[in-house]
């Protein structure tokens, strides 16, 4: 009994490290929620990429938090990546969104992270010291799974960056081969215009 009720407290205190991807286009948002009790803390973490040609450079999205009430508690305007803790007011569901309101143009991939739900009790009664222990290892495990989250996070980013950069510099080595080659078909066609004989009959 005593262990089961360890578990259930381990399984109350942390939640597993959520990491997401999304395509953003122009002008579109997309919006998540988590079910939060009161006091509970919710931590969210995104970056901003963009894989598409002529699209570097703009790479801005709009952030913001809603509570249950649909009061907005956090907003971030233009931002290419971010972080934000909160706890949570009111019991009910908290939204969190991203938009691409402001391009016309690009679409952008945004990858998120949604760190560790924890439930903080809202009565302050003692606990054992083997509690106590769990308590302090289910937080070491949300610190390391945070960080690998992040990581992952980031290498993905950068690998998408890479590959965009690669995909710009294939179509510009294309475009200027196409131009040294037309240059080249139009030089033999002025030097062969220019002595060819003309007779006048």
């Known amino acids: 009994m005593r262990l089961t009720q360890l578990w259930i407290s381990l399984a109350a205190i942390m939640r597993l490290c959520l990491g997401h991807s999304i395509q953003l286009g122009p002008y579109s ?14 931590s969210v973490t995104f970056q901003v990429g963009d894989r598409e040609f002529g699209g570097a ?20 305007r233009g931002v290419s990546s971010g972080e934000h803790s909160f706890v949570a007011e009111k019991e009910g569901k ?8 402001h391009s016309s143009a690009n679409s952008k991939m945004v990858s998120f992270n949604v ?6 009790p809202k009565t302050e009664e003692p606990i054992d010291p083997l509690q106590d222990e769990v308590h302090m290892l ?33 179509w ?13 078909i139009f030089q033999v066609w002025w030097l062969k215009r220019f002595f060819e004989v003309k ?3």
């Open 29 to 42: 948002r997309e919006c998540f929620h988590e079910e939060l009790h009161k006091e509970d803390m919710l």
């Open 138 to 170: 289910s937080m070491l495990v949300k610190q390391v799974k945070d960080e690998q989250a992040y990581i992952v996070m980031r290498e993905q980013m950068h690998r998408n960056t890479a590959e965009s950069t690669n995909g710009r510099v294939k």
């Open 199 to 201: 007779r006048v009959v």
């Open 57 to 76: 450079g703009n790479l801005d999205i709009d952030f913001w938090i809603q509570d249950p009430s649909n009061t907005v508690v956090y907003h971030q």
């Open 172 to 184: 510009w080595s294309i475009f200027q081969m196409a131009v040294l080659v037309a240059e080249g």
């Open 94 to 101: 908290h939204v969190y969104c991203f938009s691409n309101d």
């Open 115 to 120: 760190h560790g739900v924890q439930f903080v």
